[in-house]
């Protein structure tokens, strides 16, 4: 299947399941506290809906919208999406939002930002209850890692162990350690033996956004997995599972072969070149014409588990659950923190609509990457959700916890005038995000 569709059927299968998820936390609470749901519906429906249907004896209609942008509950006597004014002005029913204590209302508004943080860490839980916990000690990386330009411009070099942050020790290569770097004012790596500080810039997270290229990256040793047949690789006596590790006594990892080759073509290189390898724990050398080091006609082992030291865990089902739990609360500290760059130049640069998150997905179904990343965006809606802007769910908490503060109730009018500026505002930012996709994909 092409890459283009299995990354959306991805995307439409988790938004599906996320917003299905959040909607019956406001739905749930509502229908607790015996206020009546007109419409449950799955993305949104303006002009036409592309299924419906009404369960006898019930008050709600279910349905599906053919705009995937998200979805809704319409509850009765609330200022929402629907902008149903009419409805606001009879007299208030007891069934209905507005006539619920403000307590009540708090709920039902929160309850969609709560399920979804409930589904991330179930999702976390049974990922790592089935799969387990498994990563490279960024500490103990055999090569070093890879950096990109902008690291390379402060003082990292390729092979460079990263170690730690002002001190703090790095563990894993994430968004964690990104963040930590982009945050410290000094950073030690390992090199050649010997343990080096570099100094950070005050603005290296807007250097780093500005880089389409990710910070950094394992060096992974090229070790022979196959060979095409008839291969010079073979034909010199390179066997698999021998490491190449140099050539011309220039220490290589798999990323370097490329530029290598590109170097010899552009230059007059020599009509033999020494490859060094190690086989068994043994290192040896053989001597290949130049033209053969273009086209080895070897295979490298790409399984990172195979090549570089590992921490595994595995979980029992209740032991997962609280490590899923405190999990999901580390990634939503680390997007928390992490959302003060969205402010700056670079940062809204960055913002990305529907094809960014497409592009989070693998190119290739992945069971174990399609629920990380759909308990990560779970975390993210859920976080976006409770911001304090009128329209999303955190404007209507900010409302009702000041009118439960001040026991004093925002004016209707106040509140239609706000659901309309935080529309726009929202449309606004759905705008930008895609456009942002449109522009990276051109250009």
């Known amino acids: 299947m092409d890459t283009f569709l299995i990354r959306t059927l991805q995307l439409l299968m988790s938004l599906s399941l996320l917003v299905v998820i959040h ?31 009404k369960p006898r004896r019930s008050e709600t209609e279910y349905g599906i919208g053919w705009l995937p942008l998200g979805g809704y509950v319409k509850i009765a006597g609330m200022i929402d999406e629907s902008m149903d004014l009419e409805q606001m ?6 069934w209905e939002f507005r006539a619920k204590p403000a307590w009540q209302r708090l709920f039902i508004m929160i309850g969609g930002v709560l399920f979804n943080l409930l589904l991330a860490f179930f999702i976390y839980s049974m990922i790592l209850f089935a799969w387990g916990d498994q990563y490279i000690p960024v500490r103990q990386a055999p090569l070093g890692m890879d950096y990109n330009e902008t690291a390379h411009t402060i003082g990292f070099q390729d092979g460079d162990v990263l170690l730690s942050a002002d001190g703090v020790p790095f563990e894993r290569l994430n968004g964690d350690l990104l963040a930590a770097v982009a945050d410290a004012r000094q950073v030690s790596v390992q090199r050649g033996g010997c343990e080096l500080s570099l100094y950070i810039p005050d603005d290296m997270m807007d250097r780093l956004l500005a880089d389409s290229v990710r910070f950094a990256s394992f060096r992974y040793p090229f070790v022979i997995d196959r060979f095409e047949a008839g291969s010079p690789a073979q034909a010199a006596g390179l066997r698999q599972g021998d490491s190449l590790v140099a050539v011309n006594g220039r220490s290589i990892a798999f990323a370097d072969m490329a530029l290598i080759r590109q170097e010899m073509q552009e230059q007059q290189a020599p009509h033999e070149m020494v490859l060094t390898y190690y086989r068994a724990g043994q290192a040896d050398t053989l001597t290949v014409p130049t033209d053969s080091l273009y086209r080895l006609g070897a295979y490298p082992v790409t399984d990172l588990t195979r090549l570089m030291p590992m921490v595994s865990r595995q979980y029992s089902f209740f032991s997962a659950i609280p490590a899923g739990i405190s999990l999901g609360i580390e990634t939503l500290k680390g997007y928390v923190n ?29 069971w174990y990457q399609f629920w990380y990343m759909s308990a990560f965006l779970s975390i993210i809606l859920a976080f976006m959700n409770l911001l304090p802007i009128p329209a999303l769910d955190g404007g209507h908490v900010l409302f009702l916890l000041y009118e439960i503060i001040t026991r004093r109730k925002p004016s209707e009018k106040f509140l239609e005038r706000a659901q309309v500026v935080g529309m726009v505002l929202l449309f606004g930012l759905l705008l930008w995000a895609n456009l942002n996709d449109v522009i990276r994909y051109l250009f």
């Open 23 to 53: 909607e019956c936390g406001h739905f749930l609470f509502a229908r607790l506290f015996k206020t009546r749901v007109e419409k449950f519906c799955l993305f949104f429906d303006p002009w036409f809906t592309l299924f419906k249907f």
């Open 89 to 94: 002005k009879q007299p208030a029913q007891p």
């Open 338 to 366: 992490q959302m003060k760059y969205l402010f700056s130049k670079q940062g809204a640069k960055q913002l990305g609509g529907f094809g960014a998150i497409a592009q989070l997905f693998p190119q290739q179904w992945n």
